[in-house]
């Protein structure tokens, strides 16, 4: 076990709820800040009842446990001048503060970053929006959904036949959370350098036109083209044949780029043979994957896994996640790990992803109870 992490020393406020916010104080915990969860007296951050399907932990939320785990709580309330006094001293102590409130929410507090950077020059201040800060968008609700629908992203997936089809899962929230991170980390080295801190703002809208940066980029640069999905087994809408997924007799399986004809010569499908032009692999696609696609269903997945992978071929099985969990491969990664609560609860959940030193990274300190560390932090940092 890692005896020193990278960040052990730094003071995180996380004031986030919900995902994105929550997600980048999450892994600052991960890679050893002491993380404190600003929470409502009584009931806590929003985010302990929010529920996917309808899995609880300890009476609450399993989502919020995947993604407050390793973390403490403090209990304030913000509308209470003893309270709020209380938070602005422990901020006064913070290296990094994280909030995901709409626009001029921390303001009414005098919260914000120009409120405080005079008193804690150093102190480093996340603000996670859904739209920015300006435009007509900045009051919308910020919600994954709404914002993979408004940024074009729901048109990527599914076929040319379908309607928009949204991806099946908060992707926008987990890749603004991670672009926090980078800023945070970014000022962190700065800071380091010049003593300064500073303001990181990042939004769900603009994180995930990031993340579509290659396939919008061919939209700027192509005449204002609109993406053509694949009429069968699309996965990417600017690639040509063979790439998406297919049926076998037993399974799934998916394949990425590749020579149409040699992969015939693998498959021993005589039906490819006659698209030697490179250049109608796009154009043809449709075409290309519907032979492919009668063809693959006649034998299982291990038979053409075991042709593809000793041509080197760019292939994978489509696992599901029992399939997964059994496959020697993911065992060997070590990803998930066991968090638990005082009270003896405990809750399987994933691990840090990072690796520091050739070592993975794991904690066993599961989300807390609202404000059950208030006491202990007013100690520590002589706040009563």
Request: aromatic share 8%.
């Amino acid at each position: 076990m890692m005896t020193t992490l990278p960040l052990e020393g730094i003071v995180v406020l996380d004031f986030s709820q919900f995902l994105a916010g929550p997600s980048a104080a999450l892994r600052l915990a991960d890679l050893g800040a002491k993380v404190i969860k600003i929470e409502r007296p009584g009931t806590g951050e929003l985010g302990r009842s929010l529920y996917i399907s309808d899995q609880e932990f300890d009476g609450e939320s399993a989502l919020f446990h995947t993604i407050n785990r390793n973390k403490l709580s403090y209990a304030a309330n913000l509308k209470d001048e003893k309270d709020l006094k209380k938070v602005k001293r422990l901020i006064a102590r913070a290296d990094i503060l994280i909030e995901n409130f709409r626009p001029g929410v921390m303001r009414k507090f005098g919260l914000d970053y120009d409120s405080l950077k005079e008193e804690n020059t150093k102190l480093i201040y996340g603000s996670v929006t859904g739209y920015g800060t300006e435009g007509p968008w900045k009051r919308l609700p910020g919600q994954d959904l709404l914002v993979q629908a408004r940024s074009g992203l729901a048109w990527l997936s599914g076929e040319s036949t379908q309607g928009p089809v949204p991806v099946g899962l908060s992707l926008v929230d987990i890749i603004t959370g991670a672009h926090l991170v980078q800023g945070l980390l970014a000022c962190l080295v700065r800071r380091g350098i010049s003593d300064k801190g500073g303001l990181v703002e990042v939004n769900l809208m603009e994180s995930i036109l990031d993340m579509q940066f290659e396939l919008f980029t061919c939209h700027l640069n192509d005449g204002g083209q609109l993406p053509r999905r694949s009429g069968i087994n699309n996965a990417n809408a600017y690639l040509g044949a063979p790439y998406g997924v297919y049926r076998t007799a037993d399974g799934y399986m998916a394949m990425s780029m590749g020579d149409i004809v040699r992969l015939g010569e693998i498959l021993e499908c005589p039906g490819l043979t006659p698209y030697d032009d490179s250049g109608a692999w796009f154009a043809k696609r449709d075409e290309i994957k519907t032979v492919l696609a009668e063809h693959l269903i006649g034998r299982s997945t291990q038979d053409w896994m075991d042709r593809l992978i000793e041509a080197d071929y760019w292939a994978a099985p489509v696992l599901d996640w029992r399939e997964l969990r059994k496959d020697g491969g993911f065992k060997a990664l070590e990803f998930v790990q066991e968090v638990e609560r005082e009270s003896g609860a405990v809750l399987k959940t994933t691990r840090c992803p990072v690796r520091i030193d050739h070592e993975k990274l794991f904690s066993r300190r599961a989300a807390p109870r609202p404000g059950e560390h208030t006491e202990s932090i007013n100690t520590e940092y002589g706040l009563d």
